[in-house]
């Protein structure tokens, strides 16, 4: 009924309506309507089917609904009892999963996304792909993927859809600091199969060892939460010093960014970032041994240290405090203060 049907989910619920186990019969080569379903973005019979179509028709089949179903323009109405998420970790006779079938076919991000959304679907984005993907020449990486995110950053012919990736990343961002069984980051697998910037971003944002979420007053760089506690480190990093230190200045833009999100303590804590793995060397890359700033490659280094340089509208200048107080915690820098017109010089109280 999935490709009777053209790609309408009202035609598909009501199908189930008449056939509740339906969803669960499969073809000659295992695979379920689900797999089928993933497959529906593009042309079917020479009618074009959009993804975000191809997407209701999987969120359809996902629903665990023993009512009557009613015709609706929003989907959710047929889903009002409940997910089987027993469907999207079903693999056919090649070991295939549903979510798998949408990222190595190319699927748009919608069907990505229903998928993940669905229960069991952040389960499904940690299977390693099957043994004839593994097998596959389709990019770097291919045949040591562990997940379905290592799976859609190793694919280059043809090329997996950014925004699939980015869709992974936002379902499950641990995935980000999970090496494949060769011991290739995500972020290395982005950086050697040339994905996109916004892939690097997404995937730096999700590894970071600090949490860019914070009030008022972390941006004016307190590093405590609104309980006057200091905020714990995050696990991660890895992939902020491998793109500062190991990939020849080549996402420079994306570095800038990352910094041009961070309060002036974040900034810091990034600069100095020590990787917990100890001088690891990963191919014919050594990752670990020194802080970022030491370790960095030269563009990459320049813009660590500016970014220590300046604090809001203000500029530091020389390399050590003019005045340090330890028992008031209390530091007095000289610096230029960009806020007029004129430059001039003007000291500033800063506390550890």
């Not at 993940?116 to 984005?125: D, F, H, K, R």
């Not at 500029?315 to 007029?340: Q, T």
Request: hydrophobic share 35%; proline share 4%.
């Amino acid at each position: 009924c999935v490709r009777g049907c053209g790609g309408d989910a009202q035609c598909v619920a009501l199908v189930r309506g008449l056939f509740q186990q339906g969803v669960r019969v499969r073809d000659a080569s295992g695979n379920l309507p689900l797999h089928l379903a993933v497959l529906l973005d593009g042309y079917e019979d020479g009618v074009a089917i959009s993804a975000a179509a191809a997407a209701d028709v999987c969120r359809v089949l996902l629903c665990n609904n023993d009512n009557e179903t009613q015709e609706d323009d929003d989907t959710q109405s047929i889903c009002a009892n409940g997910n089987d998420a027993s469907l999207v970790l079903a693999t056919n006779a090649g070991g295939w999963t549903p979510l798998m079938f949408a990222i190595h076919f190319g699927a748009g991000w919608e069907v990505v996304d229903a998928l993940l959304s669905a229960p069991g679907g952040e389960g499904a984005a940690f299977l390693a792909p099957p043994p004839s993907f593994l097998s596959s020449d389709n990019g770097y990486g291919c045949s040591n993927c562990t997940n379905a995110l290592h799976m859609a950053l190793s694919m280059t012919d043809p090329p997996s859809d950014p925004a699939a990736i980015l869709s992974l990343l936002k379902h499950v961002p641990r995935t980000a600091a999970m090496e494949n069984s060769e011991g290739l980051l995500p972020i290395e697998l982005a950086f050697r199969n040339c994905k996109p910037p916004e892939v690097i971003l997404a995937i730096l944002l999700a590894d970071l060892p600090i949490s860019l979420d914070c009030n008022d007053n972390m941006k004016e760089g307190s590093h405590k939460n609104k309980d006057n506690k200091k905020e714990e480190k995050k696990s991660g990093g890895e992939s902020w010093w491998y793109i500062c230190c190991n990939s020849d200045d080549a996402h420079i833009n994306v570095v800038c960014e990352v910094l041009s999100l961070c309060s002036y303590s974040q900034a810091q804590e990034l600069c100095f970032y020590r990787t917990s793995c100890t001088s690891k060397k990963v191919g014919n890359n050594k990752r670990g041994g020194g802080s970022v700033i030491t370790r960095a490659s030269k563009r990459c280094k320049i813009e660590l240290r500016k970014s220590l340089r300046f604090v809001g509208r203000y500029e530091f200048e020389g390399n050590k405090a003019m005045l340090i107080d330890e028992e008031k915690s209390l530091k007095v820098f000289e610096a230029l203060d960009f806020g007029y017109n004129n430059k001039h010089k003007e000291r500033i109280n800063s506390k550890d």
